[in-house]
């Protein structure tokens, strides 16, 4: 089992920034990847960015690359999302999420390859 806390959201204006944290604990040896998803109203839940457990590589989605950066501390206990440049269109619950299978060939941007999951925070970007 993994157990992720999320927290750090809130409201900002566009062009703004905010750090989200995602505490992380329990079987963490056993992650291949933690991932940033987020979910607006009526729209599915979208890849943002992951980053390889062991290795620390990123990768992001196309709409956020260059505005968000994704770092975990050296002891691998919290997760950071960096959002700079903020636009309304980010507005969304941001979830962390842990992945704890392994997937041949594949960067892990899928909301399937993450079993466990925080309960989410809001962000909300003001025009």
């Known amino acids: 089992q993994v157990q992720l806390v999320e927290s750090g959201g809130g409201l900002v204006q566009a062009g703004g920034s905010l750090r989200l944290s995602c505490a992380v604990s329990g079987r963490t040896f056993s992650m291949y990847a933690m991932g940033w998803f987020r979910q607006a109203p009526g729209k599915e839940r979208e890849f943002v960015g992951t980053i390889n457990w062991s290795g620390g590589s990123t990768v992001y989605a196309d709409s956020v690359k260059g505005r968000f950066t994704i770092s975990r501390t050296d002891a691998k206990n919290t997760v950071y999302l960096q959002m700079n440049s903020l636009k309304p269109e980010d507005t969304a619950v941001y979830y962390c999420?842990?992945?704890?299978?392994?997937?041949?060939?594949?960067?892990?941007?899928?909301?399937?390859?993450?079993?466990?999951w925080g309960q989410g925070t809001q962000v909300t970007v003001s025009s």
């Open positions: 999420a842990a992945a704890t299978l392994y997937y041949s060939g594949s960067y892990y941007d899928r909301p399937v390859q993450y079993p466990y």
